[in-house]
C-alpha cells in the first residue's frame, strides 16, 4: 500500500478506540482499524488528576472542621 493510499484510510476511517488502562493523567489510544494513535485525558474537568496538588481535598477539609 502506498503511502498516499495510506492517508486516505486513515482520514476516512470510524475509529474504533482501545484505550490503555488509566496510569496517570492520560493514557495512549489506538484505532482497532487503521493504527492511528491518540493520547486521551483520564478524568473529566474539575476531578482526579487535573487537580491542582489537592487543594481541592484540602479546602474540603478545613470547611468540615470548621
Known sequence: MTE???????SDC???W??????GP????ICKICG????FKNS???SGWDRDG???RRARQQKKAT
Open 54 to 56: 489537592g487543594q481541592g
Open 4 to 10: 498516499e493510499a495510506v492517508e486516505e484510510v486513515v
Open 26 to 29: 492520560t493514557s495512549e489510544g
Open 36 to 39: 492511528m494513535t491518540q493520547e
Open 44 to 46: 473529566i474537568q474539575g
Open 18 to 23: 482501545v484505550i490503555d488502562q488509566p496510569n
Open 14 to 16: 470510524m475509529h474504533h
